[in-house]
């Protein structure tokens, strides 16, 4: 598990971001495999699973989203993340 905080600018306020170990798929007759992860921001939390072909992928894809989401929710709520490690 990948687990970290992210904390807001000017508060006391921090996004938590989760990534659980790669498993594999039980319904992927190709052996693909997913994380579950989570992004705590202040005002909800978003839970998702992320899948890829491989271990690897699955985990890069998590990183691809998280990064999504939280230049979306800088954007959307005016907030700014303290460090820009994924942007």
């Known amino acids: 598990m990948i687990k ?3 904390p807001i600018k000017e508060t006391n306020e921090i996004v938590e971001l989760v990534i659980g170990a790669p498993q594999p798929d039980s319904l992927s007759e190709n052996k ?3 994380c579950e992860c989570k992004i705590g921001f202040p005002e909800k ?3 998702f699973k992320s899948y890829g ?3 690897f992928q699955s985990i890069y894809l998590a990183f691809e989203k998280i990064k ?3 230049k979306d929710y800088q954007l959307s709520s005016g ?3 303290e460090y820009h490690f994924f942007f």
């Open 4 to 6: 970290t905080t992210y």
């Open 32 to 34: 693909d495999c997913f």
């Open 45 to 47: 939390t978003m839970k």
């Open 53 to 55: 072909i491989d271990e």
């Open 68 to 70: 999504k989401e939280l």
């Open 79 to 81: 907030k700014e993340l």
